[in-house]
């Protein structure tokens, strides 16, 4: 045993560097905001950003679609007919079913 600690070099055995090893080691691995930890929150955070991002531009584009429903009437008509499948009254509607991926004609 005294031949292994002999053949260790003098800095490693330092006290300065044995404490920077043994805070290195709780900061990384055993901290509750270790390095895992922090590389998770980045990666969610980033995640979030992106939804943030999408739902902001569904937003916008939910309010220019009311800005025109609120002054349009031709815009009212034609979103009743695509929602609602609404129809004038001396019209015929027909509705097509698309096909499934599942079905065999």
Do not use: C
């Given at each position: ?16 560097v044995?404490?920077l090893a ?30 943030k991002?999408?739902?902001?531009t ?20 034609k ?6 499948l ?6 015929d509607l027909?509705?097509?079913?698309p096909?499934?991926?599942?079905s065999?004609?």
């Amino acid at each position: 045993m005294q031949q292994v600690l002999n053949t260790i070099p003098a800095w490693i055995k330092s006290k300065y560097v044995i404490s920077l090893a043994a805070f290195l080691v709780v900061i990384v691995f055993l901290d509750k905001n270790d390095l895992f930890t922090q590389l998770d929150r980045k990666r969610e955070l980033r995640e979030l950003q992106r939804t943030k991002t999408h739902y902001s531009t569904q937003i916008e584009a939910e309010k220019k679609e009311l800005e025109q429903l609120k002054n349009n009437p031709a815009t009212i008509e034609k979103y009743a007919r695509e929602k609602y499948l609404m129809k004038r009254e001396n019209e015929d509607l027909f509705l097509i079913a698309p096909k499934s991926a599942g079905s065999s004609r």
